[in-house]
């Protein structure tokens, strides 16, 4: 006794594939600007620090088909805010600020 239904079998058919809204890369980006310019402005250097992970989160979820424009000017820009603060002042990242926790 077979106990398959023959009438219930659909063949598959696949659906169009519509890209996803991700925005991710973009905050990211905007999120490394702005610290870039926080670190720059207030001289900080853990902005810094925080602008080049935002450049490179924003650049591994970047979507092939995008302008590397934006991810190239926010790669130069926390770049550019790291040597800057460093040249100002040259001594090694403060960890005190960690031991609030």
Not at 13 to 27: G, Q
Not at 31 to 49: D, E, N, Q, T
Not at 56 to 79: C, E, P, Y
């Amino acid at each position: 006794m077979d106990v398959r239904r023959p009438m219930r079998i659909h063949r598959f058919r696949p659906s169009l594939i519509t890209p996803t809204d991700d925005s991710l890369p973009d905050y990211m980006n905007l999120l490394g600007m702005v610290f870039s310019m926080c670190s720059l402005m207030l001289k900080i250097k853990w902005c810094a620090w925080i602008a080049i992970f935002c450049a490179f989160v924003g650049f591994a979820n970047q979507r092939a088909t995008d302008d590397a424009k934006q991810v190239l000017s926010s790669f130069m820009l926390s770049i550019s805010a790291v040597v800057v603060t460093y040249m100002q002042n040259p001594q090694p990242l403060n960890t005190n600020f960690l031991n609030i926790f």
